[in-house]
């Protein structure tokens, strides 16, 4: 199966650096999914979205983003985040109890994502 080399950076950290076969990510365009041998281009990613890659040996890697950027050149896919976090990561209870009561609208809309994240991650 054709792969691309693939790395997910956040602000604070580096989640993930290796080879997918596919990655689809939220842009402010629309969702994104990129195949090995795509057309370059840059997008900019939407706040609280989704990002899945899918590795070469089949794991499925979810991270809800915030913000950034995603590059795709013909050798390699960036995705470029303001912060992320893993869906494996998230504390399930905790963001259900922010997404329904927090007062600041970041940390909520936050909390939803990393839902969405969790979702994702669990589905096909």
Not at 28 to 41: A, D, Q, R
Not at 67 to 78: E, H
Not at 81 to 103: H, K, L, P, T
Not at 110 to 117: G, I, M, T, Y
Request: aromatic share 2%; net charge negative.
């Amino acid at each position: 199966m054709a792969e691309i080399a693939a790395q997910l950076v956040s602000v604070e950290r580096a989640l993930w650096t290796g080879t997918a076969t596919s990655v689809t990510a939220q842009t402010t365009e629309g969702e994104i999914g990129v195949l090995p041998g795509h057309e370059p281009l840059l997008g900019q990613l939407v706040e609280n979205g989704v990002v899945t890659i899918r590795t070469n040996d089949g794991e499925k890697l979810v991270a809800a983003v915030q913000g950034g950027f995603l590059s795709v050149s013909s050798d390699k896919i960036t995705i470029l985040a303001d912060s992320a976090s893993w869906a494996r990561e998230v504390d399930v209870a905790d963001a259900q109890s922010r997404a329904e009561s927090a007062e600041d609208e970041r940390d909520k809309a936050l909390a939803e994502s990393e839902l969405r994240a969790v979702k994702r991650l669990e589905s096909n």
